[in-house]
């Protein structure tokens, strides 16, 4: 079967009364399948323009790099995740399958859940910090009218962080979330396309808000990194790099989601290196631009850009802004953080869990993970959640990559990975291999995570071994893809059925 393009046999029509099987899973046939190039490089770019590419450019400044070792350490990363995204992203174009059914090749018809729900865990991650960036926009928006709401008597603990002002408008726009799952993702459309016409808009103006106060972009740019040796950068770099690595850990995986759609693999291909890295670095450009221009303007670095919006004098300018990023901020979360992990957790069981109670799950647990948190300040947001995710999701992307190139040699059998008794169904529907594998890709970041959330001292392990966290996806996903490369070459693989 060649992988020159993409399959153009029809899957055999029984497979629709599986339990494995739905309409949101099912492959998508030759005849459906009309994205081409610049699809692809659109959904990169309209990706890429959002509110936490710009916070992560800014928290590079923010932790001590200058302007262009900021903006070389985002190339880079993204340059490197898009190899997983490239190599996983031609299964999806080659038959027409969605991730979970991916992974069933590597994982088990059942234990796909596993991955699946790995990813799923992190899109709510992902939606709390986007619910609380948009609640956070209302409530600067809020304060500038109504300076009291600083001065509310505090309703939480002095743990949680959480003042009371900010809970109420992160409270409300995430029940604006919900309401917006409520009616469907249909509703969102025209959001999405206000997002693509505004945030660029937005981003350009306030850069060029940050030339002209500082008198040109040459002071902006000499501001000098505040590392003084090189120990003290490189030690900072890596854990960076990883972290931007992770940025898209989870698109990595489920690429085949949107790549099943391609006209072929050259357009899913070129699509994306056209897309992801050069966007990115741009809209990171501009964060690191503005960023850098606040410590000339206000004597300090701002990372923020809804807190640095909060700063304008001019209530009117104050409010347009924030009433702005809280809708772009809304269209983006649903759209990329609430359809696909709903659909992962419906996938556990179809016949209790719909799209709609999917959401309200991610919904939870996208409150439960505490965002406010993640993002109060750059170690937050890139050595506790970036690097963190990163150790879990790139042990998969060693798993499906080494399963589908090594051991399945890029031939799958389309109509077993839907059969709850099939070849792909292994031991009980688990691969245990793929099982292990994991576990032990996981395992080498754990001390590392451990001491960085403070639940260990620096002396419980030798310091080599808390200084994997560091490189934690690249650690898992060499380590995942060693040992079930290793497995599955000891043990006889099953034979595809033709």
Known sequence: MSDKNFITEEYDEDIKSSPLFSEDLEPVIKSKRTWGTWNYAALWISMSLCIPTYMLASSLIEGGMNWWQSILTIFLGNTIVLIPMILNGRAGTKYGIPFPVFARASFGVRGANIPALLRAIVACGWFGIQTWIGGFAIYQMLRVWFPSLDNLPELFPISFDLHTGPAITFFLFWLLNMYVVYLGVDSIKKLLVFKAYFLPAAALALMFWAIYETDGLGPILDQPSKFTTSTEFWNFFFPALTGMVGFWATLSLNIPDFTRYAKSQKAQV????????????????????????????????????????????????????????????????????IVSPANDFANLSPGKINFRKGGYITGIIGVLIFPWKLIADPNGYIFTWLIAYSSLLGPVGGIMIADYYYIKRQTLNVNELYKVKGVYTYSNGFNKNAVIALLLGIIPNGPGFLLTVGLISNDVFPEWISHLYNYAWFVGFAVSFVVYYLLMRKNSTPKLLN
């Open 270 to 337: 070129n699509g994306q290196i056209i897309g992801l890295p050069p966007s990115m670095t741009l809209f990171a450009f501009i964060g690191v631009v503005v960023t850098s221009a606040t410590f000339l303007i206000y004597g300090e670095t701002i990372w923020d850009p809804v807190v640095l919006a909060g700063r304008f004098e001019n209530k009117i300018l104050v409010s347009i802004t924030m009433i702005a990023i809280a809708i772009s901020t809304l269209a983006t979360n649903i759209a990329a953080n």
